[in-house]
């Protein structure tokens, strides 16, 4: 049974940053693309951050290009994203999401039950 489990939420002020941790069992981890998906009140799902298998190729959404960098340990089976800079509008549910292969699209197979990050003025 594949299980990915997210860490690392909580508040921060502006300015601020946290860092995200993905921790995925049930699956031959280093065969997946894994990504970072984020869901604020009232707003559709935004797809943020993918690392890709092997090759470690990233994808980031515009609107955190240069703030948030997402990495992978294979070893241990997870994912990471390091959010600086952070700004009230990254406030959101943060999921993480699994997919066979090496596509950086948006349709994954398996997904976290997510973590909050809220982010004061």
């Known amino acids: 049974q594949v299980r990915l489990v997210e860490f690392g939420g909580g508040s921060v002020q502006a300015g601020g940053s946290l860092r995200l941790s993905c921790a995925a069992s049930?699956?031959?981890?280093?065969?997946?693309?894994v990504g970072w998906f984020r869901q604020a009140p009232g707003k559709e799902r935004e797809y943020v951050a993918a690392?890709?298998?092997?090759?470690?190729?990233?994808y980031y959404a515009d609107s955190v290009k240069g703030r948030f960098a997402i990495s992978r340990d294979d070893a241990k089976n997870t994912v990471y994203l390091q959010m600086n800079s952070l700004k009230p509008e990254d406030t959101a549910v943060y999921y993480c999401?699994?997919?066979?292969?090496?596509?950086?699209?948006?349709?994954?197979?398996?997904w976290g039950l997510g973590t909050h990050v809220t982010v004061s003025s």
């Open positions: 690392i890709r298998r092997r090759d470690y190729g990233t």
């Open positions: 999401a699994a997919r066979i292969g090496i596509s950086l699209s948006s349709d994954y197979d398996y």
């Open positions: 049930g699956l031959t981890f280093s065969s997946y693309t």
